[in-house]
């Protein structure tokens, strides 16, 4: 026995249809099709069961070691994420935004023109620590990247030597200022 | 000498990623391997990607603006999964040209015994039988419920493709099944 084959214009509109995307003009079409052929009826009550079952296809949970063994690589891996691009222009930045930390927290000492008229609260002073920090991260990530890079050490060893001071002064702060 | 300040080397830093990456984790990771699993049919293997992934998120944190984040994880899982299936089928074409003999077929899957149903059994059959994207469509919609503006950036489609796309790849589904879809 042969199948009577249903028109391709409408076989291939039957999931649309479900999902209500068809055009006025379309659906209204199809929907005069769907009422006096059978073939197209059965075809839009299997397209029907075959959306029930792939919505009781069962979205899985993840094991409990997955997390454990990612926090642990993790963890054990890496310092710091590596940046989003390790070039050249994240030192500058990095160091440019450690200068700026500087010389918020130092600005009475290194800027010229003597004594400010305004000292910085202790939580400004907090802040500027805590951003200082934040900048010698990217720093010394960076220095690390260019020596790597560079193929040794010695570029690493430069970026830490010159910034040794103000990682003094990140964690001796408040006596030094 | 010490100080009441107790900041650590980028330890502010350090801490707000390490929290933000330990939040993602919890958020995602019954996605990926969820994704995983349906693609690859094996627990083991998906686990070992959603784990590969997870790091690779570490690694690229800095870099994803957060509304970028899930989008991003998916495609890696996706391109993941099917670099493990095109490395299967190549192992498993290179067993069967030295060896001899048909390559193995995976006959049965986690996922076929999740299915209580035969049609269940079937049905996850013919969705491992699909092509591509259109089984990462089906997954993705279907199984893992994202929208279609999330499918489109997963895989690069447009929103009118993912619709398109998707009722081909249901069209495909009902056809390869026929009358087991009959009461």
């Known amino acids: 026995m042969t199948d009577k084959q249903l028109p391709t214009w409408f076989d291939e509109r ?17 929907e005069a099709r769907l009422a006096t052929d059978p073939l197209l009826e059965r075809e839009v009550e299997r397209a029907t069961r075959l959306g029930a079952q792939l919505q009781d ?6 094991p409990s070691s997955l997390s454990r063994n990612v926090m642990e690589i993790t963890g054990n891996t890496f ?11 994240w030192s500058l930045g990095g160091a440019c935004a450690a200068a700026l930390a500087l010389m918020v927290t130092l600005g009475p000492g290194v800027l010229p023109g003597g004594e400010p008229e305004l000292q910085p609260t202790a939580q400004e002073l907090a802040k500027a620590r805590a951003d200082l920090a934040l900048a010698l991260g990217y720093v010394d990530q960076a220095g690390d990247m260019a020596a790597r890079q560079l193929g040794g050490q010695a570029g690493a060893l430069t970026v830490r030597g010159l910034l040794e001071p103000a990682r003094r002064l990140n964690s001796d702060g408040a006596d030094t200022i | 000498m010490t100080t009441g300040c107790n900041l650590s080397f980028a330890g502010p830093y350090d801490g707000v990623m390490k929290r933000r990456f330990r939040r993602l984790v919890k958020e995602h990771q019954g996605q990926l391997f969820s994704l995983a699993y349906h693609l690859l049919g094996n627990s083991a293997e998906a686990e070992d990607v959603a784990q590969d992934v997870l790091v690779k998120l570490w690694q690229h944190l800095a870099g994803l603006e957060a509304e970028r984040v899930k989008p991003w994880l998916l495609r890696v899982t996706r391109n993941a999964c099917l670099d493990l299936l095109r490395r299967r089928r190549y192992s498993q074409a290179y067993v069967a040209e030295t060896v001899g003999g048909e390559p193995l077929a995976v006959t049965e899957t986690p996922l076929d015994r999740l299915s209580s149903s035969d049609l269940g059994q079937r049905l996850a059959q013919a969705i491992r039988e699909l092509d591509e994207p259109f089984r990462s469509l089906v997954v993705l919609r279907d199984v893992e419920e994202l929208n279609y503006q999330e499918i489109g950036q997963t895989l690069d489609l447009s929103d009118s ?14 056809k390869r099944l026929g009358s087991e879809l009959d009461d």
């Open chain 1, 14 to 30: 039957i999931e649309a249809w479900l999902d209500d995307e068809l055009s006025g003009s379309e659906a209204a079409l199809f």
């Open chain 1, 57 to 62: 296809l069962p979205a899985l949970q993840a």
């Open chain 1, 79 to 89: 310092a710091l994420p590596k940046l989003a691009f390790p070039t050249w222009g």
């Open chain 2, 161 to 174: 493709q993912v619709k398109v796309y998707l009722h081909r790849a249901r069209r495909k589904l009902r």
